[in-house]
């Protein structure tokens, strides 16, 4: 895949350069509309697709590569922050295997009536219909990290259900391909496996020894793509479940935080690829959108399998609702299983089409939803409620104790140092939180107060946390998305108290200035002048001879 995808770059975008001219004009003009009408650019992007389509446009190889890459980085990114025992949680596990039986069964009955009673001469069997059930079956991950990334969700408890659930998905689909291509594993993955985690201490010692500048996102092309996709690739294993995998070996690193952050704006744009593939690759036909409106009409009941399954695990129906959100799409996964399915002649190329039309309609609907998704939570959430088991989920609410006035969110390092300075003013009134759980954990062993929570949560706000007892309330999450759904949700529960936001953008510090909060500040312009103060402290106690000698010429001159 390396070598390919700098051909890529090195030919395959310059033979063409009219082509490659306009593609990026129109993806950038229309990820830039979406932007301006407050929607994921990745819906531009595929609207993108549709239109250099309709202009008799192909994707070719060059662009299937540069997709291919960026979901395989984007794995290698998953596999960063991904924690294996998040898997074994049985809402994890058994929810996915018993929501890909439910639509399996579902749906292949529904899909094999629609076609006999509407096009029985597309031979549809069993077989057939099972097939494109189980296609349909998978969610995109693409579009789930993409989302969860943008709304700042990606750490929030339904985020990495929602993860976690995807990343099963992926194993299902990696098993279902091996066997049906009938070409096992080499015996060799029996002894790439085990030598991977043997070698995770040098895997360390390379990002640890890369440092902290260019070399460290060429050591993330390295390890997914080379240590990783090549590696898994040369045993007969699928090549994004290597990367997926290394990026699990390497998570726990310290460094591992850099390295996302390195390897994110490359990531993203090589991604752009994948969302104008989407849209090149369907052929438009009056049959293939009407199979693909048909499929559509289904995710109703995709997403609500998730939503009750989840629920029966002891999750709240705002965690289920917020995950389900996210799942509410078809995969890139149905597409690669379809195509099989066509190579194989167990169905007709016109599904494949099909299939492909309804994953961008899937998108489409599916990127407002989740922009949205707390907002329409929020009219229903008591019907909803009525899904709830009793008993609390071991990673669900916690509950405050009484005399708590002050609430930090995000307890990163700006966080904690808020944390620190208000807890020395307001001794035993001060409380931080945070949704990552091992983030908690460590601070609790340094004998902190902090505890497990998400600021975006109405439920928290509602129940867990009456809004009148904090009369501060300290926003320093690093997503300014999260920040942003923070505020909003404090307003839609007519919070009183005073609301303190961090940002890191000045456009950002504009953004939650407009929303009526009572205090925004850039980071870096507070850390610089706190430094300066610093600084002119150190000198002041150094050299008082010379200060006092140039504050004197200072008045000399003013006077």
């Not at 994948?274 to 036909?285: N, T």
């Not at 379809?338 to 599904?351: F, I, S, T």
């Not at 998704?373 to 229903?380: G, S, W």
């Amino acid at each position: 895949m390396t070598g390919n995808a700098l051909w890529c770059f090195q030919g395959g975008l310059l033979e063409e350069p009219r082509m490659d001219a306009l593609l990026l004009a129109i993806a950038f003009v229309f990820g830039l509309l979406a932007q301006m009408v407050r929607l994921p650019p990745m819906v531009g992007f595929l609207v993108a697709g549709f239109v250099l389509q309709g202009l008799g446009k192909e994707g070719g190889e060059t662009l299937s590569l540069i997709a291919d890459l960026g979901v395989t980085l984007m794995l290698f990114s998953i596999g960063l922050k991904l924690r294996v025992k998040n898997l074994a949680s049985a809402e994890i596990w058994a929810g996915t295997l018993t929501h890909a039986t439910l639509v399996l069964f579902l749906f292949a009955p529904l899909v094999y009536g629609a076609a006999i009673l509407l096009a029985p001469a597309m031979g549809m069997d069993w077989q057939t219909a099972f097939l494109i059930a189980f296609a349909l079956s998978f969610s995109s991950t693409v579009f789930a990290v993409k989302s969860l990334t943008e709304n700042g969700d990606f750490g929030s408890l339904h985020g990495r259900l929602a993860i976690g659930v995807l990343v099963m998905q992926d194993i299902v689909a990696v098993l279902f391909l091996t066997l049906s291509k009938g070409e096992m594993p080499s015996p060799w993955v029996l002894l790439l496996v085990p030598a991977l985690l043997l070698a995770k201490p040098l895997l360390g010692w390379l990002l640890k020894a890369a440092g902290h500048g260019e070399l460290v996102a060429l050591c993330g092309f390295f390890l997914a793509l080379v240590v990783g996709a090549k590696g898994f690739a040369s045993v007969g294993m699928k090549a994004d479940l290597g990367a997926l995998f290394v990026g699990v070996l390497v998570g726990s690193h310290p460094r591992a935080k850099e390295l996302k952050k390195a390897l994110g704006g490359i990531t993203d744009l090589l991604l752009v690829g994948f969302f104008l593939q989407i849209g090149l690759q369907a052929p438009l036909s009056w049959g293939g959108l009407g199979w693909a409106l048909l499929l559509t009409l289904l995710l109703p009941l995709k997403s609500l399998g998730f939503l009750v399954l989840f629920t029966r695990f002891k999750l709240r129906a705002r965690t289920s609702w917020m995950a389900a959100s996210s799942l509410s799409t078809y995969s890139e996964f149905g597409l690669i299983v379809m195509a099989l399915g066509v190579n194989k002649g167990w169905l007709g190329e016109e599904w494949l089409v099909a299939l492909a039309l309804a994953v961008s309609f899937s998108f489409l609907l599916a990127a407002p939803l989740n922009r949205k998704a707390e907002e329409l939570y929020d009219p229903i959430s008591d019907p909803l409620k009525k899904l709830q088991r009793r008993g609390r989920h071991r990673d669900d609410l916690p509950i405050m104790r009484r005399g708590e006035k002050v609430a930090v969110f995000g307890m990163g390092r700006i966080g904690t140092a808020a944390y620190h300075s208000l807890e020395i003013r307001f001794p035993g009134h001060v409380i931080g939180f945070d949704r990552d759980p091992g983030k908690v954990q460590l601070h609790k062993e340094a004998e902190r107060n902090v505890t497990l929570a998400d600021a975006t949560d109405s439920d928290f706000w509602e129940r867990v946390c009456p809004k009148e007892a904090l009369e501060l309330v300290v926003l320093a999450m690093p997503a300014h998305q999260a920040n942003v759904h923070a505020v909003e949700t404090l307003k839609r529960h007519d919070f009183q108290g005073v609301v303190v936001v961090s940002a890191q953008y000045e456009e950002e510090v504009r953004e939650l200035r407009a929303t009526g909060v009572d205090a925004a500040f850039n980071l870096y312009t507070q850390a610089a002048m706190s430094f300066s103060r610093h600084v002119y402290n150190v000198f002041e106690q150094q050299r008082p001879d010379l200060v006092a000698r140039w504050e004197e010429a200072g008045e000399g001159r003013e006077g």
